[in-house]
Nanobody, 126 residues
Framework: QVHVVESGGGLVQAGGSLRLSCAASGRTFSSYCMGWFRQAPGKEREFVAAISRDGGNTYYADSVKGRFTISRDGAKNMVYLQMNSLKPDDTAVYYC???????????????????WGQGTQVTVSS
């Protein structure tokens, strides 16, 4: 079992920045691909970003490419999502997730992820 906890959400004005953090338990953290997803009210959960086990490969949704950056710190068992130039459309609950199976090419669909955090709210005002 892997325990996942997100933090760092909040209220920010359009154009501002936030950094989300994700702590994942387990001594095999470096064996997992990690992903960020988000879900806005009345919408389905959607892929935001993912990172491979060694951090060498990253993937982004087109809607956040160039504005968001995913990274990981293996020594701290942490994954981060730096979000810049935020827009009101970025408002959602953001979830961190663990993919146990893939190695270098992380999945971009929620069904492929095995463990999820409770989410952290990000609200961007116009």
């Amino acid at each position: 079992q892997v325990h996942v906890v997100e933090s760092g959400g909040g209220l920010v004005q359009a154009g501002g920045s936030l950094r989300l953090s994700c702590a994942a338990s387990g001594r095999t953290f470096s064996s997992y691909c990690m992903g960020w997803f988000r879900q806005a009210p009345g919408k389905e959960r959607e892929f935001v970003a993912a990172i491979s086990r060694d951090g060498g490969n990253t993937y982004y949704a087109d809607s956040v490419k160039g504005r968001f950056t995913i990274s990981r710190d293996g020594a701290k068992n942490m994954v981060y999502l730096q979000m810049n130039s935020l827009k009101p459309d970025d408002t959602a609950v953001y979830y961190c997730a663990v993919d146990r199976d893939r190695i270098n090419i992380p999945a971009t669909t929620a069904a492929n992820y095995d463990y999820w955090g409770q989410g952290t709210q990000v609200t961007v005002s116009s």
